[in-house]
């Protein structure tokens, strides 16, 4: 074994696969087998290569799989030469980032397999894909960009995505005037990804919602957006497929020997939930509002660097002591304060909230 190998595994990981081959030939078994390889990449990565042997009856790539992830980069290679249908190439690109992550940077190991991918790239394409996911995760967006590129040209559908999306955030960033370019490849590879990515087609519909890039057509973003929630396996539990299909009900009338709460008595309404609503979440999403109040549109910042239009203004919502509302729904001058307990200047209940969240939603692409 090289000192490379040697890296990789532990005095221990050899020991527990050798005492484990010492034990009787009628004490094997399946479930035992499991047991060591789970934490053990040289077990695993030695149970496989019997597998593919045909010494053992089951599926090398699951015991492969398991040894990548625990940083065995030859189990990695392996699986990249010899099962790239069987684990395809989203499960794949997670594996690397995992396998490289895994161990610290021994003797400039991450630098090592990043260059073994490239070299093996030629021969295997579907690592563009594989080190253009790497990059992403790393935010080494020039990296990103140039193994997106690659991957692109020879149709791999997962970096049309991941380029897309980054294009977006791009443009978004940029605004309109600089962004339209950027945007412009973006949709193309969203248009030529949507059959067989889910997350392509909900990005497309959620740009055709807007109308931001692409002229809105609300009915093929419905189309869309349901598809991206039938195919991503979520389900009803997807945050587009609740928004267009639950609508709020109405509010519970108040009974007539209600005493109000000192908030209520002030002229404000608890709403406890209303950011955790699938409305606040859609509205987050197509906003492009990150988790302290702030946009990345250029074009609809407001002066405090929060989303806004003509219909409501979205504030930052840790404001350094400033008791400002997070929102502020313009038509009918209702303010919402205090992000995680959020309360409102009006009667309106957590229903009508809603409602309010949604004409929100329904503002934007409106000229």
């Known amino acids: ?150 991957a692109c040209q020879i149709g791999d559908v997962h970096s049309m995505y991941m380029r897309a999306y980054r294009l977006l955030e791009a443009a978004v960033s940029a605004g309109a005037e600089k962004g339209r370019e950027a945007a412009d490849e973006a949709i193309q590879l969203l248009e030529s990804s949507i059959s067989e990515v889910w997350e392509s087609a909900r990005l497309l519909g959620e740009e055709l919602w807007t109308g931001r890039w692409i002229p809105c057509d609300r009915d093929r973003a419905v189309v869309l957006l349901e598809d991206a929630a039938r195919r991503s396996g979520h389900g009803h539990r997807d945050i587009w497929a609740r928004y267009l299909r639950e609508m709020p009900g109405e509010d519970e009338r108040e009974p007539w020997d209600h005493i109000p709460t000192g908030l209520e008595r002030m002229g404000f309404r608890e709403c406890p939930g209303l950011t955790d609503t699938v409305e606040w979440k859609v509205l987050m999403r197509l906003t492009h509002t990150n988790r302290d109040g702030f946009t990345a549109c250029r074009d609809d910042m407001g002066a405090n660097g929060g989303f806004e239009n003509g219909v409501f203004r979205i504030n930052p919502f840790f404001s350094e002591g400033l008791e400002l509302p997070f929102l502020v729904f313009k038509p009918a001058d209702i303010h919402v304060y205090d992000h995680d307990s959020p309360r409102l200047d009006s009667k309106t209940g957590i229903n009508g909230a809603r409602m309010m969240l949604r004409a929100c939603v329904e503002s934007l692409g409106v000229e």
């Not at 593919?52 to 990249?80: K, M, P, T």
């Open 1 to 150: 074994m090289s000192w490379k190998e040697q890296e990789e595994y532990s005095e221990w990981n050899v020991k527990e696969y050798e005492d484990y081959l010492a034990r009787p030939k009628d004490d094997f078994g399946y479930n035992r087998m499991w047991d060591v390889a789970k934490y053990n990449p040289y077990a695993a990565y030695m149970f496989a290569r019997r597998m593919e042997n045909g010494e053992i009856d089951d599926q090398a790539c699951h015991y492969l799989s398991r040894s990548a992830e625990y940083g065995c980069s030859r189990a990695f290679w392996r699986l990249v030469t010899n099962h790239p249908g069987e684990i395809g190439v989203r499960n794949l690109c997670v594996v690397f980032d995992r396998c490289v992550g895994f161990r610290e940077d021994v003797y400039g190991r991450e630098q090592r397999l990043v260059r073994t991918a490239e070299g093996l790239a030629e021969d295997h394409p579907v690592l563009w894909t594989v080190l253009a996911y790497y990059s992403l995760c790393r935010r080494d967006l020039e990296a990103f960009d140039g193994y997106s590129a690659k």
